[in-house]
């Protein structure tokens, strides 16, 4: 079965804190996505990863920076953690190849910042 | 900028109407659409994907395509207080891998 985990369900962090969010898949796929999910803006697309070590900015990568040193984890960083970061953050995994690219979501994690 | 269009709603349907779900999008490069419904406090999961214009059937659901309108629909039949939820509309560009652009959802209430 599909999965993709990501580390916590929720966090709790102060202003200014350094925060790592984990995502780990067992589907061996390539491409793997962070977004941030707000009422009424739906997913926007933070960064993403087609390969180990090569990660690419979404539509808002500010203030935040990935990793991905393995395959299977790709992990979002929150540098200076600030209250407007507060939102809930979605991984997923994507295959390559072909038209029907289904996104394999992470069961979110929900970021509080205080 | 990429966009994919929904409105918000809420939509209320009764139970058994067919509810009607609309997406306007505006990279008339991308290839393929999907269709995500997302419980509350769940994440999201995919219902249908269409590339082709035209009507896509799977059980109660129907996925339409119209490219030259650059316009989704997602028809529920038979709706049921279960499909009470969010449906998120995604696209897929053509020429840059597998990344979706999102639309902000529209939320589903089936009433009984």
């Known amino acids: 079965d599909v999965k993709v985990t990501q580390s916590s369900r929720y966090l709790v962090k102060r202003t200014g804190e350094k925060v790592f969010l984990e995502c780990v898949q067992d589907?061996?796929?390539?491409?793997m996505f962070w977004y941030r999910q707000d009422p009424g803006l739906g997913l926007r697309l933070i960064y993403f990863s087609y390969d180990v070590k090569m990660k690419e900015k979404g539509d808002i990568p500010e203030g935040y920076s990935v990793s991905r040193e393995k395959k299977e984890r790709f992990s979002l960083i929150l540098e200076s953690a600030s209250t407007n970061q507060t939102s809930m953050y979605l991984c997923?995994?994507?295959?390559?190849?072909?038209?029907?690219?289904?996104?394999?979501f992470g069961q979110g994690t929900r970021l509080t910042v205080v | 900028q990429k966009e994919v269009e929904q409105n918000s709603g809420p939509l209320s349907v009764p139970e058994g109407a067919i509810a009607s779900l609309n997406c306007t999008y505006s990279d008339r490069g991308s290839q393929s659409f999907f269709w995500y419904r997302q419980y509350s406090g769940k994440s999201p999961e995919l219902i249908m994907f269409?590339?082709?214009?035209g009507d896509k059937e799977d059980g109660r659901f129907t996925a339409q395509l119209n490219k030259a309108s650059q316009y989704v629909s997602l028809l529920i039949r038979d709706s049921q207080p279960s499909d009470s939820a969010t449906y998120l509309c995604?696209?897929?560009?053509?020429?840059?891998?597998?990344?979706?652009?999102f639309g902000g959802g529209t939320r589903l209430m089936v009433k009984p």
């Open positions: 589907m061996d796929h390539e491409n």
């Open positions: 995604a696209a897929s560009p053509n020429n840059a891998g597998n990344m979706l652009t």
């Open positions: 997923a995994s994507i295959p390559s190849g072909g038209l029907s690219t289904e996104a394999f």
């Open positions: 269409i590339y082709s214009n």
